[in-house]
């Protein structure tokens, strides 16, 4: 990984950092509980990819992280919260979590329903409490919700985990897998960089080849974590390797098998790079990510 | 109950269920099942009682329908998704829901959890996508947006919920079922029919006596359910008598016997039909609305 991408990563990260920690409330009062729980898992660690793939949609058309932080820490939210309910015994039944326990094992299955929720309402709070106080574009902001609404709900996040666990332990055709992988991870990715690039006020065909981008990486990015599954290292995920073939989890590996799953892998980046080419220089960030996302080590 | 009121409630509700199917989903494609989920419980019966309220709260100013239709099925959807994930095992464990199976009885727990995931979401998609192709006014429906968010989540709804569970079996002091209700139920059902007043163009001291009177009648509303848990007719309720009893709900008659509560549910009553004497007689529906809360049978 280049030297230039470790910084900016490093930069918007704690960018997002900062502005999750002003966004967020203190735990008081008779729900302190929630609070807790729903801090406890948005701070426990993670890439914090999508709201920075959020900004660089932003860069790419000249906008800054100023312009759409509310909506980067708001789509981070969304992750915390689908990852709560995923890692609940009724889904996943997942204990750790990035080497931490998982929600509902400090807080109880019950507050850990609650957390997510409480994170994925206080999204949408979030970013229409950004339009109600600041001088943003009101009809950008209000298409920005309605994207990322569309790719969190049933068209696409909801809709990919209900495949994904409908056809755990059974061998589905190709097509399956890939609209697991592209409605249950591709779809947030998609729409967090598309969302920074609409309201930075890029144009309809700039934020239709930043979603094409975004689709492709999003894609790629599952990919890349069901190979991590495999080959990655235990310390370094944090969870069990392997557990995804212990499970039955339909992955791109026992599907097309390692090889050709590292062969898609590389198209869709080609494919994503390719995607930028109306772009200058600005988007340099956005190739860089885009290589980035299938060569990283967690 | 009114002939009048009678007549306004099932006209309403009628406009709401055929806008509810006209902007829900049909079921299709792999992720088929979480569409149905999200229909089963949607459609389920119920009062459309919030929604009645939004419409209502709109024609309070010289609003319509028409001007509030999507945000007042996005608010069901919102309180469709909560009883989902109330009735879920590891919340209340409810077997039955106005007299039918709950969700997950039909659909599994993982299924009814993402269909509650799934309303959710649309919910906003539903109030966002409404800025996208309207022409209504962007900041009063981002207010709106924000305004249901925060009453849905851990400021309200979500909040109740948890206090709820965790004083489940124990002997709080007065306010704390105060919180619960006020939160809880209080906090939707004031929201639904502010937003249809700041949708319809309503001025600020019009929202906010609008609001009071939404919190007061959010309250009586819920200590209503309560005694209707005691007094109630099981078929007409759909569920059993005294399960609230049985399972050590925190409600204002194990707080404050039956004859207080009846008698707080009524100087609520008063105090909202109190908090609308700056309107006229357009208001004379909200007024109707706040005494039929408290004698309705179901």
Known sequence: MSKRIENYLEDRKTLIEEALKKFMPEPSGLAG?????????????????????????????????????????????????????????????????RGKPTNHKIFGEAVALLAGDGLLTLAFNLMAGYGVDEKVEKTALLRVIDLIASAAGYKGMVGGQVVDISYEGKNPE???????????????????????????????????????????????????????????????????????KVRGKITYP??????????????????????????????????????YIIKRKT
Not at 183 to 198: P, W
């Open 174 to 244: 190709p097509a399956v897998v890939e609209y697991i992988h592209t409605h249950k991870t591709g779809a947030m990715i998609a729409a967090s960089v598309t969302a920074g690039t609409i309201l930075a006020g890029g144009s309809e065909e700039e934020a239709k080849s930043i979603n094409r981008y975004g689709q492709q990486i999003g894609l790629a990015f599952q990919i890349a974590d069901d190979i991590l599954n495999i080959e990655g290292d235990r310390r370094a995920i944090g969870k069990e390797i392997g557990s995804d």
């Open 33 to 97: 509980d929630v609070i807790s729980a729903m801090n406890y898992s948005l701070f426990a660690g993670g890439k914090r990819i999508r709201p920075i793939l959020c900004i660089a949609g932003a860069e790419a058309v000249g906008g800054s992280a100023d312009d759409v932080l509310p909506v980067a820490c708001a789509i981070e939210l969304i992750h915390s919260y689908s990852l709560i309910h995923d890692d609940l015994p009724i889904m996943d039944n997942d204990d750790l979590r």
């Open 254 to 291: 026992s599907v097309f098998g390692i090889t050709e799953s590292k062969n898609i892998q590389k198209r869709l980046i080609d494919d994503a790079v390719e995607s930028l080419k109306r772009f200058n220089e600005r988007a340099e960030t956005l190739r860089d990510l885009a290589r």
